[in-house]
């Protein structure tokens, strides 16, 4: 079955650069995302990738995919204090057209 | 702006009690979501519609049911709500295209928090 797992949570200090990372488990994936919920609202999409590419680059945000280790990564250079917030991943798998979430990740950015 | 409305931010309810959760969008979107929100288990499907008084089961649609007597408006009720329903609820919306249409971007309301005493 579909699953997507992520670490719970990650801290680094404003300004450095933030890794958060996404594992799952079904490969006919077409889409992957990345949501952004901040304290108190909504989810909001970030960024999304296609299964047929292997990055992208947003402004400050480049999504990593390895589709072999079925892997996805969200970079966030430069990281400020408004990019504290849980962010999930998502994948849409076409066979099954099914939308799984993963679990989320905290960022915490620290001075 | 997409804006997805929820009409409570938190409420609190006796076990037993049933309990209506209502989501309006302004988009004209097909698509209508409900999701539960739990810590170290993401976002979980409840239940989806893809047009007017059509509905369709998720994840997890025990003890829960929906309707969608009008395109901009989703509710999710909870026939008689127990303490294993104490969650975060949010609603999203969608560009349609049947279940093709969890592929297009989601729009989120911003959450009822659901207490069951």
């Known amino acids: 079955g579909e699953d997507v797992e992520q670490s719970l949570f990650l801290s680094v200090r404003e300004g450095d650069s933030s890794v958060i990372n996404c594992t799952y488990t079904?490969?006919?994936?077409?889409?992957l995302y990345w949501y952004k919920q901040e304290p108190g609202a909504g989810l909001q999409l970030l960024t999304y990738i296609f299964s047929n590419m292997d990055m992208k680059q947003d402004q400050r945000l480049t999504v990593l995919l390895n589709k072999k280790d079925k892997h996805l990564s969200l970079r966030i250079a430069d990281t400020q204090t408004g990019d504290s917030a849980i962010y999930f991943c998502?994948?849409?798998?076409?066979?099954?057209?099914?939308?799984?979430f993963g679990t989320g990740t905290r960022l915490q950015v620290t001075l | 702006d997409v804006k997805v409305t929820q009409s409570s931010r938190y409420l609190v309810k006796r076990t037993g009690e049933k309990v209506f959760l209502e989501c309006v969008q302004d988009?004209?979107?097909?698509?209508m979501f409900w999701y539960r929100q739990d810590p170290g288990l993401g976002l979980r499907l409840i239940y989806f519609?893809?047009?007017?008084?059509?509905?369709e089961k998720g994840d997890i649609p025990e003890g829960y049911s929906v309707s969608r007597e009008k395109k901009e408006r989703f509710s999710l009720i909870l026939e008689s709500a127990s303490t294993n329903q104490t969650s975060m609820y949010l609603c999203?919306?969608?560009?349609?295209?049947?279940?093709?249409?969890?592929?297009?971007?989601?729009?989120f309301g911003q959450g009822t928090r659901l207490t069951v005493v």
């Open positions: 988009m004209d979107h097909e698509n």
């Open positions: 998502a994948e849409y798998a076409g066979t099954a057209s099914k939308l799984t």
């Open positions: 999203a919306s969608s560009l349609g295209g049947g279940r093709r249409g969890l592929a297009t971007e989601a729009f």
């Open positions: 079904d490969s006919s994936s077409t889409y």
């Open positions: 519609s893809y047009d007017v008084k059509m509905k």
